[in-house]
């Protein structure tokens, strides 16, 4: 087993490219965040958009227990400005668990969204050990490899020659 998990939520790919990886460079176990809600189509984006807004926390399937590792990265989606429902539901849940975070959060316009960092932290209660935020494009144009360094060398991983 390795020493960190990365655990994500993606509804349409783009965290789940910058999630693998994330975990690729930090020889990391990778776990997709499987809520119970499905969020996928255009209802599914309506109910995206109002559960971020009302900061809904869906149920979510059971997963790995981020205790067992020494550090839990947590990746998603910026929906309407905020924390995606799903890795809030996360944050609350299991994430609790974890004995160090960092986070990543990938949006469409690429802005910082540092709004989405604070709430993680204060979910957490604790400082991030490492957070970046990235632009959709350039996670699906694999160029998002030199904004990532810096989470990988505070999380303690190999960055890419
Ligand atoms: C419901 C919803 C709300 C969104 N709100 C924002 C937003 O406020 N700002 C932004 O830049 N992108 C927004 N996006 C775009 C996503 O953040 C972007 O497409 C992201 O890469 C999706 O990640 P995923 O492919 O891992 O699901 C939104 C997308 C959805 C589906």
Known sequence: MADVLVSY???SGATELLARRLAEQLNA???PIRPKVAYNGGGGALKAVWHALLKRTPALEPGRDP??????VV???VWAGRLSAPMRAYLRGPGQ?????AAVWVSGSGQPYGG???EIQSLCGRPLVASASFAEAEVRKGEADARLAPVVEA???????
Do not use: M
Not at 97 to 101: E, N, P, S, T
Not at 155 to 161: D, I, L, T, Y
């Open 9 to 11: 939520y993606s509804r």
């Open 29 to 31: 176990d990778l776990e």
């Open 67 to 72: 205790a067992a590792y020494r550090l839990l």
């Open 155 to 161: 999380v303690g991983g190999q960055v890419p020659a």
């Open 116 to 118: 989405v960092g604070g």
């Open 75 to 77: 990746a998603g989606p």
């Open 97 to 101: 668990r974890a004995k160090a975070l």
